[in-house]
């Protein structure tokens, strides 16, 4: 069964690591539907959030063999109960529209969004929440017409009271 | 710190380190790595270090020009899989870098530990499309385990510190260091040290005790075990360790291609070759074993069949050292991670001494069943025409199990390792994760310069001799005392026999008009001889042995001979063909 898995990679911060890990998923036809790059909470180590709509049994193997790259230090995969997830969606919207209608004021207000920039032009409002959350925002404004939208990856941490990569640390003796 | 400059430096002269070209590092790097040769092929964005190399030549390291870049990566394998050392590959940037490419995937899928070196264009040329630059790292990528553009010249001797770690350590494999040429000139302090560890690789994971107590349960309670043997026995120098195990408990055992010559021909619990061309009694027994043990192998397509109709009824208990392997293609009961020649002792130690004399019985009647319908006829052929089994016999009797084995790909490969006799470990050499024709001329150069007091043999076809046939050029020049065995049946032979079999006969493109490979050789100073009558054959055979340089024995063998038996393409183990 097919479902909504996220991929965590712990790496070094290397050239071509982002090259080496997505062959591996397109060599097997998955699709990556989201990707975030950033900082761990351990100092010098890069984190790799991959979300993936497949099965276990190809998640498992595809994190196997991500976990062999030899730049890469731990992987692991878990399902959307297993991690808190957020994602960021920021909205341009024309001004006029903004002005003309009383509506979008509201659908910010309700929908715990905030506006970052106004000018005479145009309007950015960013959202953060869970993909249909900011979706949704996108459907309602559009009706006024959204000019650029972007969302990012999904950021998630897990559930686990530590970063999962302390315990194989501990393991190879490193010391941050 | 230990580098050659380190020990000029004790001898009480040299300073600390030593002001050096980046080329010349290159050159001081591999010997302290223990290199003793290379293959390769020159061009402009190389051309630094093979004028290092000039120097350094003679005394310490030896070059041997390929003839095509290609050559030069299999020549490389060929040393690596005899010798057990990293084989060392050099060759330029754009299609020297390109070329290299099939040698390199034919590494990885038979986790073949080497170190290439190309050249790129100079860093400030990078990204311009400038002569001859390729991608080298993201067209390598997906076929090495690691790779890695050097830009500076104090960089070198890190990298190739990290490259020889990675290739040879855990599961081995090849590795890219891309060397712009501005980093080849350029001067820095140069200072070696040894990589014994990359913080984010652990090559072999630690062996779990608690996974030695259930296999061993299991193998305990066997009924109906069966080993099978992977290249990772040898790539673990694990055959004494296997031996021990498998003569405490009883177990009968058959190898993978790779894993050929890991356990003696002649040994009594040696079953045989598993998969598509494998032999009887290994392929039906997988299916109606009740314990598989699988040692150092990966469960490829061409040993497991249909997989989905493979080895359902046992208990499968996988020793490996690569944790992506496990659960792979087939789902494991009990999986041991780890270095073989670590965990087959432990677990040597928790299973208790058995002999499975029935069990082994069933395999011997397979073999009786095998040798009548198959066998026979392959080896001792009743019909006018030469088989290529009987070639393959009489050299057995010659070489008596000592001789390494090079192989092309086709129907000579199945056939040279289903019937060539074994006593030592790493006696093969042959691709078999990429099935890479034009492999067997130039590796069976490296295997010779790898193991240069044994006799190594190459068996090749018409059509895979073609591929790589110019490599007699560097046989020639470095006077490489390959002994070349050439099975000519004038057709691609193993894709005929799929026409044959499941395309109603129509050979379309197989068949081939072939040259006078005698007079090639000749023309290459290499004596040879072709025979076509079997009473010409031992003779022949002597002869070649006995001639002391390189030699090409061409016999013409039945143009339209099958190999079986054979496991159609799809078929479970069980529906496996005799005829
Ligand atoms: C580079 C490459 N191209 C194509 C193939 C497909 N192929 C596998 S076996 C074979 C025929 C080999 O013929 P030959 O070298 O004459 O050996 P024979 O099978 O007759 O022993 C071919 C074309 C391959 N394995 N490698």
Redesign the pocket.
């Known amino acids: 069964m097919e479902q909504e898995y996220f991929i965590t990679a712990f790496s070094e911060n290397s050239i071509g690591l982002l090259n080496r890990i997505t062959i591996i998923f397109t060599r097997r036809q998955v699709n990556i539907e989201s990707l975030n790059v950033s900082q761990s909470s351990i100092h010098g180590i890069h984190k790799f959030t991959i979300v993936v709509n497949t099965t276990r049994e190809k998640v498992e193997k595809v994190t196997k063999q991500i976990e062999k790259l030899v730049e890469v230090l731990k992987a692991f995969y878990h399902t959307s109960e297993e991690v808190i997830q957020q994602e960021i969606a920021v909205y341009k919207v024309k001004t006029e529209a903004l002005m003309n209608s009383k509506e979008i004021e509201n659908l910010v207000r309700n929908s715990g969004a905030r506006i970052l920039e106004i000018t005479p032009d145009y309007t950015v409002i960013e959202k953060t929440g869970y993909k249909s959350e900011t979706q949704e925002l996108f459907d309602k404004l559009d009706q006024y017409g959204v000019t650029q939208f972007t969302r990012s990856g999904t950021v998630a941490v897990t559930k686990n009271p530590k970063e999962l990569l302390t315990e194989y640390l501990k393991e190879v003796g490193w010391k941050a | 710190m230990d580098t050659l400059t380190k020990k000029k430096e004790d001898e009480g002269q040299a300073p600390k380190t030593k002001r050096i070209t980046g080329s010349e590092a290159i050159i001081l790097s591999l010997i302290e790595e223990g290199v003793e040769v290379i293959f390769g092929y020159p061009g402009g964005n190389i051309m630094p270090v093979y004028d290092a190399l000039y120097h350094y030549q003679d005394k310490h390291i030896r070059h041997i020009l390929a003839r095509h870049e290609q050559g030069a990566a299999h020549a490389a394998q060929g040393y690596a899989r005899v010798s057990g050392k990293v084989g060392v590959a050099l060759a330029t940037s754009g299609p020297g870098a390109t070329n290299l490419i099939t040698g390199i995937a034919d590494a990885l899928l038979d986790s073949t530990p080497l170190v290439c070196i190309t050249g790129q264009v100079g860093s400030p040329l990078l990204g311009t499309d400038a002569f001859q630059e390729t991608d080298v790292i993201g067209i390598s990528m997906p076929v090495t385990k690691w790779n890695v553009l050097v830009t500076k010249a104090e960089d070198i001797p890190a990298a190739i510190a990290k490259a020889f770690y990675i290739a040879k350590s855990g599961r081995p494999g090849p590795v890219l260091i891309d060397i712009t040429k501005d980093a080849q000139f350029a001067q820095f302090d140069y200072e070696y040290k040894k990589c014994t560890s990359v913080r984010s690789y652990i090559p072999a994971p630690k062996v779990e005790a608690s996974k030695i107590e259930e296999a061993a349960t299991i193998i305990n309670s066997a009924q109906k075990p069966f080993a099978l043997i992977g290249q990772g026995v040898i790539l673990g120098a694990a055959e004494a360790e296997l031996r021990a195990f498998l003569e405490k408990t009883g177990i009968p055992a058959a190898w993978t291609l790779l894993g050929n010559s890991a356990l003696p021909t002649d040994h009594p619990l040696n079953v045989g070759m598993l998969g598509m061309h494998g032999n009887y009694g290994p392929n039906i027994k997988s299916n109606e074993c009740d314990v598989l043990i699988a040692i150092g192998m990966r469960f490829d397509d061409r040993v497991t069949g249909d997989v989905k109709r493979y080895a359902k009824q046992a208990k499968v208990i996988h020793l490996e050292i690569d944790p992506a392997e496990v659960d792979k293609n087939v789902k494991t009961t009990v999986a041991i991670l780890g270095d073989v020649k670590e965990s087959l002792p432990l677990l040597t130690e928790k299973v208790s001494a058995n002999k499975h004399e029935a069990w082994m019985e069933e395999f011997k009647k397979c073999a009786e069943i095998e040798f009548e319908k198959v066998i026979k006829h392959d080896i001792f052929p009743e019909k006018e025409g030469l088989t290529m089994g009987e070639v393959i016999r009489k050299i057995n009797e010659k070489t008596k199990g000592e001789a390494v084995m090079v192989t092309?790909?086709?129907?000579?490969?199945m056939i040279a390792s289903r019937y060539f006799k074994f006593n030592k470990t790493r006696s093969v050499v042959t691709s078999g994760g990429l099935?890479?024709?034009?492999f067997g001329l130039p590796a069976a150069i490296g295997a010779k310069l790898g193991a240069p007091d044994r006799e190594v043999i190459a068996v090749?076809?018409?059509?895979?001799?073609q591929?790589t046939i110019q490599e007699l050029g560097t046989i020639f020049q470095d006077e490489v005392p390959v002994k070349i065995v050439l099975?000519n049946?004038t057709?691609?032979?193993?894709?005929r026999q799929w026409q044959q079999l499941f395309f109603d006969k129509r050979y379309s493109s197989t068949p081939?008009i072939n040259p006078d490979f005698i007079a090639i050789a000749k023309a290459y100073c290499i004596a040879g001889e072709k025979v076509t009558d079997r009473s010409n054959l031992e003779a022949a055979i002597d002869t070649m042995l006995n001639h002391k340089g390189p030699y090409l024995l061409e016999v013409k063998v039945e143009k339209e001979d099958n190999v079986f038996p054979m496991v159609p393409a799809g078929c479970s183990v069980s529906e496996i063909r005799l005829e």
């Open positions: 092309d790909v086709g129907q000579q490969q099935g890479t024709m034009g090749i076809g018409d059509g895979g001799l591929m099975l049946n057709f691609l032979g193993m894709v081939l």
